[in-house]
């Protein structure tokens, strides 16, 4: 009789990666407000860089509850895997060696610094993106030019302002609609990490889903202008999905009023058709806006 055949072992996913992995604390990225420790995760033969943000070293804030920075940085990523732009690089709510909080996968740029949280190359700042452009800046004119679009003013020292940029990409519409959506009230130029093969990733979605308009971002470019038909069939996906699978599993991580209220956002978008404008009952731009 002949041996069974030997089935080769399933590789390790990245969910598996993250949820089951030991995490290794290597450091603390010390500019951050928040607990933010660098650490590497390792599972069935797979490692991995990433992030582990504890419950345990957030910040209290006055405008959201205490200890849900990390499920509200969960939520973003279950978002954004529901419009299928993978913006938000894999993240999970496990057990860490500080007690529970939010793991995600670090970012490695272009030229193979660390900067940001997220990526190990399986396919699954400001500054370069990837392909050789920038996608924020600082010019010395009235109007941008070719390719750029408006955010406003900006102090630059002694007196002097410059129009603040952001590039005409399709990758940062992507994320000004995802945005609004979750309703970040935090979109920095630092939170902007491209990757190696073109990718854009966002960071750092702790001050997420407020039953609040609470939007503040750098991304006012196209601020009142016609969604695009990619983007109007995506809220579409994704007002079905609050109402099953997604709204399920965002239940798990917010309140039942904030996702009310992330349902009513998808249903404005798509009633209005337009990319949102600043309310003026709030400061539109971050501050620091890097």
Same mark, same amino acid.
């Not at 033969?45 to 209290?60: I, L, S």
């Given at each position: 009789? #002949?041996?069974?055949?030997?089935?080769?072992?399933?590789?390790?996913?990245?969910?598996?990666?993250?949820?089951?992995?030991?995490?290794?604390?290597?450091?603390?990225i010390r500019e951050a407000s928040n607990a933010v420790l660098?650490?590497?995760?390792?599972?069935? *033969?797979?490692?991995?860089?990433?992030?582990?943000? /504890?419950?345990?070293?957030?910040?209290?804030?006055?405008?959201?509850? +205490?200890? &849900?920075?990390?499920?509200?940085?969960?939520?973003?990523?279950?978002?954004?895997?529901?419009?299928?732009?993978?913006?938000?690089?894999?993240?999970?709510?496990?057990?860490?060696?500080?007690?529970? *909080?939010?793991?995600?996968?670090?970012?490695?740029? /272009?030229?193979?610094?660390? #900067?940001?949280?997220? =990526?190990?190359? =399986? @396919?699954? @700042?400001?500054? +370069?993106?990837?392909?050789? @452009?920038?996608?924020?800046? !600082?010019?010395?004119?009235?109007e941008p030019g070719d390719g750029w679009k408006a955010v406003?003013?900006?102090?630059?020292?002694?007196?002097?302002?410059?129009?603040?940029?952001?590039?005409?990409d399709e990758r940062l519409r992507r994320l000004a609609v995802?945005?609004?959506?979750?309703?970040?009230?935090?979109?920095? *130029?630092?939170? !902007?990490?491209?990757?190696?093969?073109?990718?854009?990733?966002?960071? +750092?979605?702790?001050?997420?889903?407020?039953?609040?308009?609470?939007?503040? &971002?750098?991304?006012?470019?196209?601020? @009142?202008?016609?969604?695009?038909?990619?983007?109007?069939?995506?809220?579409?996906?994704?007002?079905?999905?609050?109402?099953?699978?997604?709204?399920?599993?965002?239940?798990?991580?917010? &309140?039942?009023?904030?996702? =009310?209220?992330?349902?009513?956002?998808?249903?404005?978008?798509?009633? #209005?058709?337009?990319?949102?404008? /600043? #309310?003026?009952?709030?400061?539109?731009?971050?501050?620091?806006?890097?």
């Amino acid at each position: 009789m #002949s041996a069974p055949e030997r089935i080769p072992p399933r590789g390790v996913t990245t969910a598996e990666l993250l949820t089951q992995g030991e995490l290794t604390v290597r450091g603390r990225i010390r500019e951050a407000s928040n607990a933010v420790l660098l650490c590497d995760v390792s599972y069935a *033969g797979r490692e991995a860089a990433c992030v582990y943000k /504890p419950v345990a070293g957030e910040q209290p804030l006055w405008d959201f509850p +205490d200890g &849900t920075l990390a499920q509200r940085e969960v939520a973003a990523y279950e978002v954004s895997e529901a419009t299928g732009w993978g913006l938000v690089p894999p993240t999970v709510l496990r057990d860490g060696p500080y007690g529970e *909080g939010m793991c995600q996968l670090w970012i490695e740029s /272009p030229d193979g610094d660390g #900067s940001g949280e997220g =990526d190990t190359g =399986d @396919g699954d @700042g400001t500054g +370069d993106d990837g392909g050789g @452009g920038a996608l924020l800046a !600082l010019v010395d004119a009235e109007e941008p030019g070719d390719g750029w679009k408006a955010v406003g003013l900006a102090e630059v020292g002694e007196g002097r302002t410059a129009l603040l940029v952001h590039a005409d990409d399709e990758r940062l519409r992507r994320l000004a609609v995802l945005d609004a959506v979750i309703n970040n009230a935090d979109r920095k *130029g630092g939170h !902007l990490l491209p990757a190696a093969g073109g990718r854009l990733y966002g960071i +750092d979605h702790g001050v997420t889903f407020n039953t609040e308009n609470k939007l503040r &971002t750098l991304l006012w470019g196209w601020a @009142g202008k016609k969604l695009t038909p990619e983007a109007v069939e995506t809220l579409e996906r994704l007002r079905e999905g609050l109402e099953g699978t997604l709204g399920a599993r965002l239940a798990e991580l917010i &309140t039942e009023a904030e996702l =009310d209220a992330t349902r009513a956002r998808v249903a404005a978008l798509l009633a #209005s058709g337009r990319h949102p404008e /600043p #309310s003026g009952e709030w400061p539109a731009i971050p501050w620091p806006p890097v």
